[in-house]
């Protein structure tokens, strides 16, 4: 419901009155919330890409060139390449679950999903240090088998996954349970299998929730901070995400090279809400559609 | 029949609920069980003697103490964009609307360094504040700072959707009644916002006492001064002291739990006052 209402002329100056405020409370609560988002929003957006191109193009073209930098491109890459499909697969199935069926427990397992957005990034890595670290659970049996799992590649990857777990499945299970399930009954009705009915009747009903979910599971996992830095090692060249190379940089001093890094990541996070409000603009575009129907 | 689920046509019930089970286990519930394990390895007094040394008091002091300034700035002007985004038109809204989620897609450590940058001595803003003797990069002023970009949209997101479903009559109800503007907001409008304010309030606050990545490069991490508990944690260890890193984890999560609770009762208590209006 929209709270714009345009009244017939006899009853205008009346109602304007009465239900909204004079035009000078409205310029300046417009002004006092543009100034805040200013100062805390927009400012520091821009500084980053000012702080980046401030030594001029050829600095910044070669610290994005630099060969850490890149191995930490390459690294931040492959990580949420492995993240967002399992997490994927796993948003699908929780959600097919708890929206397609009744039983018991399930408003608690939906709690156990959120669970991993309410720890704090730092005790997320520690866990994994706890289970596979050389004084971890597993720490010694690994060690026997020369497997390395803290302070390299695959810690990284764990610890990502871990606090990215609800982003897909949160997205998915109200719009699952929106949707109902009679669609899918008509379809196993006529014969269909449970392999079919997911892909021509429930896949192309989610598919944009599907892709919302991972937009933003990925950005968070190319730039997740907290997490990563526990579990990996700080190892240039070979386990540094673009995030922890930008850390190194700023530690190092070397202030317009870490900008030039962040301002990669500053520019994946544009992208994802382009991309977040070209989704939702259709949604809505969709949803009056079909009231219109 | 079995009443633990309602029976069915559709298949891949017990495929789907096995995988997630199995998935949640090995990924969030067996390596979480590791820190509160663990933990039960020390004994009651070790364990009350690790969490409140001095060093570790004046953290929690400090990362709840912000947290809340925080927290209580982005409630205020979390309603006010929120209202403004709903309520008005000005050029470039959408755009606005879009950009107020950047802290959820910004990663940490960029909103960690710009903010240092910005609030330095010789940055944009930290420029004009050095000389009025205010010092924010390197203080708890500057955490603060950063802890209110990170929970920016929290209230934003959740007051938004209420004030777009409330219905105009109400506020012409109460005009017809004889109330002017102001009163209709206290008594009519903010009564029904309160309890989404309210989430959006404990979302902010539980997601700055976790936060790390933006703070440690503003924090200047003094011990006993600007030192966050979650910075602690990790020089713990650095320092190989698994078994006091893994204690004051215990006690993030225990509080992080006890939050989730809250929000959940205050998510429960809006839908419950949302649907009544």
Wanted: aromatic share 12%; charged share 10%.
């Amino acid at each position: 419901m929209t709270t714009t209402i345009t009244f017939p002329l006899s009853g205008k100056t009346f109602q304007q009155r009465a239900t909204q405020e004079p035009s000078w409370v409205r310029r300046f609560l417009i002004g006092l919330a543009l100034a805040f988002l200013t100062l805390f929003l927009f400012v520091p957006l821009i500084s980053v890409f000012y702080e980046a191109f401030k030594k001029g193009v050829d600095v910044y073209l070669a610290a994005i060139t630099d060969p850490d930098a890149v191995s930490a491109i390459k690294l931040t890459l492959t990580v949420a390449a492995i993240a967002v499909p399992l997490n994927l697969v796993f948003g699908i199935a929780a959600a097919w679950a708890i929206a397609k069926f009744e039983f018991r427990g399930k408003n608690l397992l939906i709690t156990l999903i959120d669970l991993p957005f309410s720890v704090s990034p730092v005790v997320s890595g520690l866990i994994y240090v706890l289970v596979f670290g050389l004084q971890g659970w597993l720490g010694p049996w690994l060690a026997e088998h020369d497997i390395k799992i803290i302070f390299a590649v695959p810690g990284i990857v764990l610890a990502t996954v871990f606090v990215t777990v609800p982003f897909i499945a949160r997205e998915l299970i109200p719009l699952m349970q929106a949707q109902g399930t009679e669609e899918e009954e008509a379809a196993v009705v006529l014969g269909a299998s449970g392999w079919q009915t997911f892909c021509k009747i429930t896949l192309p009903n989610i598919k944009w929730g599907l892709l919302y979910g991972a937009i933003l599971c990925n950005a968070r996992a190319m730039g997740e901070f907290g997490a990563v830095s526990v579990v990996s090692g700080h190892i240039r060249g070979s386990t540094n995400t673009m995030p922890l190379h930008v850390e190194i940089l700023y530690n190092e001093y070397n202030f317009a090279a870490a900008f030039a890094v962040a301002s990669l990541l500053a520019l994946l996070a544009l992208v994802t809400l382009a991309l977040k409000t070209l989704i939702e603009f259709r949604n809505k575009q969709h949803q009056t559609q079909r009231g219109d129907e | 029949m079995n009443n633990f689920k309602q029976h069915s046509i559709l298949p891949g019930f017990n495929l789907a609920l096995g995988f997630t089970l199995l998935y949640l286990s090995l990924i969030v519930l067996i390596p979480l069980s590791a820190a509160f394990i663990r933990t039960a390895e020390l004994t009651l007094p070790e364990f009350w003697t690790i969490v409140t040394t001095p060093r570790v008091v004046a953290s929690y002091r400090l990362t709840f103490g912000v947290s809340f300034a925080a927290a209580l700035v982005n409630a205020f002007f979390g309603l006010l964009v929120a209202w403004v985004l709903v309520r008005y038109h000005f050029p470039g809204k959408k755009i606005v609307d879009a950009l107020v989620d950047l802290p959820f897609a910004l990663p940490t450590a960029v909103a960690g360094i710009a903010l240092t940058a910005l609030y330095s001595g010789n940055g944009w803003i930290g420029q004009y504040l050095e000389p009025l003797g205010i010092k924010v990069a390197f203080t708890p002023l500057g955490i603060f700072v950063a802890l209110t970009f990170i929970g920016l949209p929290f209230v934003v997101r959740t007051v938004q959707p209420v004030l777009e479903d409330l219905e105009a009559e109400l506020e012409e109800a109460a005009a017809t009644l004889g109330a002017n503007r102001w009163q209709t907001f206290a008594h009519v409008i903010f009564p029904i916002l309160f309890p989404a304010l309210m989430t959006g309030f404990a979302l902010a606050f539980a997601r700055a006492i976790g936060e790390y990545g933006s703070v440690i490069f503003i924090a200047g991490n003094m011990p006993m001064v600007s030192e966050i508990t979650p910075l602690l944690i990790v020089t713990k260890l650095e320092q190989y002291d698994y078994a006091g890193a893994t204690a004051l984890s215990v006690v993030m999560l225990v509080i992080s739990f006890i939050l989730l609770l809250i929000i959940n009762l205050l998510q429960w208590w809006s839908r419950r006052r949302s649907a009544r209006a």
